[in-house]
């Protein structure tokens, strides 16, 4: 059995409540899964399932408060395996007085991409993401889609073994919607995974090969996409949307 790229066993997470002393908020109750080599991964949810933490605590950027979560057979602890990560954060907080080209030049020299590897990668990046003829303008200037494009090419930068998106599609027209399809395909057809927070369900999830759904913190469904898309009483193809409605009642 090959070692999964992301492994989450028991995981729970309460984060501490300024308004509730005392009481905190259970953000994850008891999730266990693994997204193994190759695969893509969609992790599903509605807003506030937990999602957003469960990436964090994968990438190390905030604890568990109980179980064992581990990256590339490690533990998330271990800041190695980061190098072969890229991630897509949910809201981008890039320096604004940067340019996209010297945001990338500034997060590929961080990465220790070597300066001949990097001279030639950034401006491909940046046309392969439309930005180009904005490159050399401060990100202060940039619309929604653009900051989210240039997100995309800082989640692809060190070329990473696994790619975290949360939310990718959030902002994107349908040209860069089509794009983020094709990176995610390209990324699968090289071998590597993907592991894919989104709510563009009809749009990205036909790329996903299995799926986990999130409801309050809890893992409500675990599994193949063909198979949660196979009605289980008519035995009918139905929507994705229609496979989780009774999965998501609250
Ligand atoms: N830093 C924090 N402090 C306190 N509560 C937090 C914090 N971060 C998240 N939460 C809470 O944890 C729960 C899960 O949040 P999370 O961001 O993981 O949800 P999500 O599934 O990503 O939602 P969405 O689809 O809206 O992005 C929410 O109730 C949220 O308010
Ligand atoms: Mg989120």
Redesign the pocket.
């Given at each position: 059995m090959p070692t999964p790229v992301a492994e989450f066993v028991d995981v729970t997470?309460t984060?501490?409540?300024?308004w509730r002393p005392g009481r905190?908020?259970q953000?994850?109750r008891g999730v266990s899964f693994a997204v193994e080599p190759g695969e893509v991964f969609a992790l599903l949810?509605?807003?506030?399932?937990?999602?957003?933490?469960?990436?964090?605590i994968l990438l190390g950027l905030?604890r568990p408060s109980g179980g064992r979560a581990f990256r590339m057979g490690c533990p998330v602890s271990e800041r190695s395996t980061l190098a072969r990560v890229g991630y897509m954060h949910?809201n981008q907080g890039f320096p604004r007085y940067l340019t996209a080209a010297s945001l990338l030049k500034f997060a590929g020299t961080l990465a220790s991409i070597q300066p001949a590897v990097l001279r030639p990668r950034v401006p491909a990046l940046l046309e392969m993401v439309g930005l180009s003829d904005r490159a050399r303008e401060p990100i202060a200037h940039y619309s929604k889609g653009m900051v989210q494009r240039l997100a995309l090419a800082h989640a692809l930068l060190a070329e990473p073994d696994l790619l975290v998106l949360?939310?990718p599609a959030e902002g994107l027209d349908w040209a860069a919607r089509g794009l983020l399809r094709e990176i995610i395909a390209a990324h699968r057809r090289a071998g590597k995974t993907v592991l894919v927070?989104s709510?563009a369900l009809a749009e990205l999830t036909p790329a996903c090969d299995r799926l986990a759904v999130?409801v309050e913190?809890r893992l409500a469904y675990c599994g193949p996409l063909a198979a949660i898309l196979r009605d289980p009483d008519t035995g009918r193809q139905r929507s994705l949307e229609a496979a989780l409605a009774p999965i998501c009642r609250p």
């Open positions: 997470k984060y501490p409540s300024t905190g908020v953000a994850l949810g509605p807003n506030r399932a937990g999602k957003t933490t469960l990436l964090k905030c949910e949360d939310e927070v709510h999130l913190g």
